[in-house]
């Protein structure tokens, strides 16, 4: 029986979705190249929790190795990617622009060209709800165009969609794409909202709220996500020559792709999560209010009719469940 590969295995997504997959049964082969971007100690921990997994391998391997990822693809019989790794991060880009270039494109362009060579059966793909940049109609809809990004990093996310599109047409490689909205829980990244602000409540330093507190993000629990991305992995897009006419259309396709958001379909105003955050660890933050910044967007909305017409599912944990999972997590383990 064919293996499913996960890249960015000791990654936040990556990792749930190893554990789900090992759960029930499945041979999972994951790849990340432990990167220092946010602190290595946590994908190790994240990885000690697959490592006694007998139907699990490991892979220290870098997206951007040309030959090793042609080696990995042609020594293994990977039935089906789930493609989670990448640089993250909208405010790093600004400030280290290779580092998506060589990830989210050179990497990805590795990753394909393996599926393809490999016949693999479906590549699903994490794309991101920053590719609706400076899209102003709410909720965010697959059908809506993405054409004008404010950040490298949501450039090179649209440029994936691209990419895996093309694949499909040319190859014939069923692709699916994901855009997830900001997602959170334990044994989340260190460099998001959740994480930076627990870390700076418990310490007792001031924490930077951007937009004056005025942002409003579409909060999407991390169990929420990874159950999508099941669902959605098992449900293989296939071409359909009707829709050969529908290039007006960026949410349809006559290859065998398909494009889905992933959201909790209800945009938070950063004042609430931060007020459940305070009730939850009991002290009150001290607030440094600050501007927009560059690359961000105010509002995030997922539209997921698509999904859940296509795979009867709807995330639904608020964040009233979801924030005191997570500091009950990090105070477990950092003893905080």
Not at 162 to 184: E, N
Not at 204 to 230: C, H, Q, S, W
Not at 253 to 279: C, Q
């Amino acid at each position: 029986m064919g293996k499913i590969l996960v890249t960015g295995a000791a990654g936040f997504v990556g990792f749930y979705l190893c554990k789900l997959l090992l759960d029930r049964g499945e041979e999972v082969i994951g790849i990340d190249n432990l990167n220092d971007y946010y602190d290595v100690n946590l994908k190790q921990a994240r990885l000690e929790q697959l490592k006694d997994k007998n139907n699990f391998q490991f892979y220290k391997l870098d997206l951007a190795d040309r030959q090793g990822i042609a080696e990995l693809f042609a020594n293994s019989q990977i039935e089906q990617v789930l493609h989670m790794a990448a640089q993250a991060g909208v405010r790093y880009s600004l400030q280290n622009p290779h580092a998506y270039v060589d990830s989210n494109l050179v990497g990805f362009t590795n990753i394909l060209e393996g599926c393809r060579h490999s016949q693999v059966k479906h590549l699903v793909f994490a794309s991101s709800s920053s590719v609706y940049g400076a899209n102003k109609k709410m909720p965010f809809s697959v059908h809506d165009n993405v054409d004008h990004p404010v950040s490298l990093y949501a450039a090179s996310k649209k440029a994936n969609e691209l990419m895996a599109h093309t694949y499909s047409h040319l190859y014939g490689l069923p692709t699916t794409g994901l855009r997830f909205f900001t997602v959170y829980g334990p044994w989340g990244r260190p460099d998001m909202a959740m994480f930076l602000f627990t870390k700076a409540i418990l310490g007792g330093r001031p924490i930077d709220v951007f937009n004056y507190g005025k942002m409003r993000r579409d909060f999407t629990y991390i169990d929420d996500i990874a159950e999508g991305v099941l669902r959605v992995a098992d449900k293989i897009p296939h071409p359909n020559p009707d829709l050969a006419g529908a290039d007006s259309d960026p949410g349809v396709s006559a290859a065998p792709y398909k494009i889905y958001n992933i959201g909790n379909n209800t945009p938070v105003e950063l004042g609430r999560f931060i007020e459940v955050l305070e009730d939850c660890l009991g002290t009150k933050a001290v607030k440094n209010m600050l501007p927009m910044q560059p690359g961000d967007v105010p509002e995030t909305y997922a539209d997921i009719s698509d999904l859940q017409r296509d795979v009867g599912f709807k995330p639904s944990t608020p964040i009233e469940v979801g924030i005191p999972r997570f500091v009950e997590w990090y105070r477990s383990f950092y003893g905080a």
